[in-house]
């Protein structure tokens, strides 16, 4: 087992991080909506990373450790598996600098999605919905190209890379109450912590997940990761478990993790799509959805809101179903 | 017959203009997309006013005229009709101003357009999808309420309030070969004339119109207004005829009228949902439509983009129909 301790990344590497990174990401702009603010009775600040070229905050990480390799390590390029987003980020970090880029996806991931890991270049291998196979398929994948492993989360070049995002938040809005963002396998909301206890340790973090895949929310109740495999949610970028980095993060510095249903996070899309006029993929709405539920906690509060993708399937829209 | 030369917005009418609305609009931010670069051979540079909070640049145009009435004017409130969004604009002008808002919509306007219009307290009186019914209806509001009428778009300080949205995207891009906006009764593209032909008046005005209702197209080439009653378009807000001023500046200044055909409007909206990953209306689909099918004209050229609105029925997409 390796070092865990070793591996944390500093406040320092998100720094380097965003020296690094800022030639090939863009400075995504906040949007607010005087109707969502009456409607919570909050001031909310919604951070746009939907508005990255390939439509996701992962780029930040992607970029990170794309960048990051040495020459002789970038011959043989990257690899990965990802429910997504990351595939897609990874794929366009890895074509900006000309290096391979190999990527296991579930079958079942949006057309959407793979059209876009397609687009930049990365070459595809599919597996079965779980984390077992996922696992499976990938270790096969690696071995056959050589390419350095980056994982969608738990690697702390990709959590420094997504620290930069909450920077620029705090940056752009001259300081928070709280910070919401959704949580997977919690590479976000690592960063995010990373960044906010250095850079404003009064500002809170909050995790919003699917009911339906609480995995993080119970491991946080129970102090330890609780796994589950192949849970289902219209949020299908939050679906995967935490791990020991990210649990790190989770387990030392979130206030709280809050869930909403899957109908819940649907409504809250429609919101987000109708007054912000932004496309945002489900994941990213399950923050505004906990809000709106639990709207006691945040009233009076101003609010960071991570909208942390935007790649949906046009023609199939969640409330169309 | 009013003298309409004296009637004409001048430049320095649209710096005061922007003076006067800044506390009430937002400083809408440009999006670009590498994908859509590619796809044109263009450099495009997107100006959202669908980001305005009611959701389009007419926000601009209204609050010029509501904010510079005379406390005494401003008592009985402001009057017009509108195929939506000048409706809400105006409304929520005057909403933020505290007085009242009289508007005559067409019974067909889509829902979302209504509702938003009554969020911001504005009072409706429904007419007849025609121009003819749409003037009737109004000549009797207006005479009851004896609001002061904004037109939504053949009037001086409306135009001039459109105007500072070119402004902002000049300042915003550093300077543009050409501008492509939609039009229909021309106040955006009027305003867009009356800032570029000063200052920046080597960047070239083009306007683009769904073929369905393409009487702006046709006025150009014959050198005089020609009026159509009752056009359709998925392009629900560009159903209105040129009016003197606004035909003044289009014959004036514009370079060029590009059409698009219904399937290329609601293509090219797409495109924009998908890769600039924000929620435009048909309306404002229409430049892009024409940039791809008259792409010769735009290869290799720095091209401003508006935006115009954001404000759709996401329950009745043109995509599903």
């Known amino acids: 087992m390796k070092d865990v301790a070793m591996q944390i990344p500093s406040y320092q590497d998100m720094l380097d991080a965003h020296d690094r990174i800022r030639p090939h990401i863009r400075l995504t702009p906040v949007r607010v909506s005087d109707y969502l603010n009456e409607l919570t009775g909050a001031q909310l600040f919604f951070k746009c990373e939907n508005f990255q070229e390939p439509g996701a905050f ?16 970038a ?7 990802s ?6 980020c990874l794929s366009y970090a890895a074509m900006l600098r000309g290096i391979p880029c190999n990527v296991v996806m579930p079958r079942t991931a949006p057309q959407a999605k793979k059209d876009t890991v397609r687009r930049y270049v990365g070459r595809i291998t599919e ?20 390419g350095d492993f980056v994982h969608p989360y ?20 001259d300081g928070l109450d709280i910070v919401v963002a959704p949580i997977g396998g919690g590479g976000m ?20 997940e699917p009911e339906t895949a609480d995995d993080a929310y119970r491991s946080f109740k129970a102090g330890r990761i609780i796994a589950d495999d192949a849970p289902k949610s219209v949020a299908d ?28 996070i649907v409504e809250a899309m429609k919101l987000i799509w ?48």
Chains 1, 2 share one sequence.
Do not use: M
């Open 58 to 73: 992962k780029v930040r990480g992607a970029s990170n450790a794309v960048f990051g390799l040495s020459e002789e390590q």
């Open 189 to 208: 909301i690592s960063g995010t912590c990373l960044t906010l206890s250095t850079l404003a340790p009064e500002t809170q973090v909050i995790a919003a």
């Open 127 to 146: 597996c079965e919905p779980s984390t077992s196979s996922r696992e499976e398929t990938f270790a096969r994948v690696q071995a056959e190209t050589g």
């Open 274 to 321: 109708k007054h912000l006029r932004v496309v945002a993929e489900p994941s990213s709405a399950v923050p505004l959805a906990t809000i709106l539920k639990n709207s006691a906690a945040f009233r009076g509060k101003r609010v960071g809101i991570i909208i942390t993708g935007g790649n949906v399937d046009l023609d199939r829209l969640p409330w169309n179903n």
């Open 83 to 88: 429910s997504g987003n990351h595939a897609s």
């Open 75 to 81: 011959k043989l390029g990257v690899a990965t598996h």
């Open 154 to 173: 738990n690697d702390p070049r990709v959590i420094a890379g997504q620290g930069t995002c909450s920077k620029e938040l705090i940056e752009q809005t």
């Open 237 to 264: 970028g939050l679906l995967v478990p935490l791990k020991d980095l990210t649990w790190h993060f989770v387990s030392n510095h979130v206030a709280q993790i809050y869930t909403a249903s899957e109908q819940e």
